[in-house]
């Protein structure tokens, strides 16, 4: 008899720590036919919870274990673009030394972690399951949104970028439509579905007036045969698929119905039966096991620096009155600070203004300086009076 243990494949979302049962059979009672898979999880935002870092380590795991299928399990709302290129350049890279086929399973897939799944040729959501609002909004370390979006350096950074998302439509093997669908239109993106698979492209203004009119409209003389009177069914009429300026997200059963999505499961097994396999099982519990550490130093490393910022932000500069009390909050103020500058070195993922905290530093140091050599002039004077 196979002998069955339960191990616990640990999940990140954020900083919280999820934990989902799996069983795993014995190696050494495998059949060499049974098929292995690895899940490796792209959970909460993009440069924070997900970076490259933490992808190449998982990665060179996979590598080691040699997985036949390895689930991409996407639960993101997206994040930091450079990032997302990194790492889609890390999946391209390791793919292109593997066999291992690759997977997308998505419960949220929207923004940059859109396109790492389109990196995927086979796509399958959860009942839940969105993708889209792909979106570029370019930010400065303040978190302010940048005004100017099409000139100078932001424009060739978007055009560096765009470049990568025909890259990852391409490795996926989708319509390239579907790069500007996903992302926001400059005109409206139309669709229509023949034998499961999609076909996207823009309509003219004629067209378009055909089609408000009830009319077909003849996609070109390659789709003649389909598009012929007598062949014309209504499952292959054009139907906006994304609006002008509008971004698009897809719920589970319109990922699938518009022919982006293979399938909906509710879990892996399920996944594994869409998938045509009567079953499979988990090849090794060491990338599990690894994500679990990184979940744990990257919600440690969060939980500090959101902790030194609440402390620096406590403690204002303005209208500060001098008294024993004030200096002390001030040198909390200073040593926050500094945790602040040594964490930002250590850990450049946090992305922080680097200038601006050391400018903080200094600003704090002076006003120390100064309210410390008013309360001893003070002090001095009133041990005169004495």
Known sequence: MPRAIMILTVLLSGPILWAQEVEVVDGADIRESAVRYLVLNIHGEIGLNVRTDIMTDALEVVQRVNPDILVLHIDSSGGNVSEKVQIIDALSLWRSESSTRVVAFVERALSAAAFIALTCEDIYMMPTGIIGSAMMVPVDQMGLVRQILKTGIVEMMASSLRAKNRFAVHTGNHDPPWIEALSVPKSAIYIRVIDGKPQLRKLTMSERIHL??????????????????????????????????????????????????RGIAKDY??????????????????????????????????????????????????????????????????????????????????????????????????????MAASLDRASQRAERRR
């Open 212 to 261: 408000r009119m009830g009319r077909d409209v003849f996609a070109n003389d390659d789709d003649a045969d389909v598009d012929s009177p007598e062949d014309r069914t209504d499952d292959v009429k054009w139907q906006v698929l994304a609006d002008k300026d509008k971004l698009l997200t897809l719920d589970a059963s319109e990922a699938v119905d518009y022919g982006l999505a």
């Open 269 to 370: 097994q399920w996944l594994a039966r869409d998938m045509g396999f009567d079953g499979w099982v988990l090849a090794s519990d060491e990338l599990a096991k690894l994500q679990a550490r990184q979940a744990r130093q990257t919600s440690t490393v969060i939980r500090e620096w959101n902790t030194q910022k609440d402390v620096q932000k406590s403690v204002s500069l303005l209208f500060l009155p001098n008294s024993r009390s004030s200096l002390s909050k001030l040198k909390r103020r200073r040593h926050s600070l500094g945790k602040l500058i040594r964490m930002a070195t250590e850990y450049p993922w946090l992305d922080a203004d680097m200038d601006a905290l050391k400018s903080a530093n200094a600003d704090t140091q002076n006003r120390i300086d100064q």
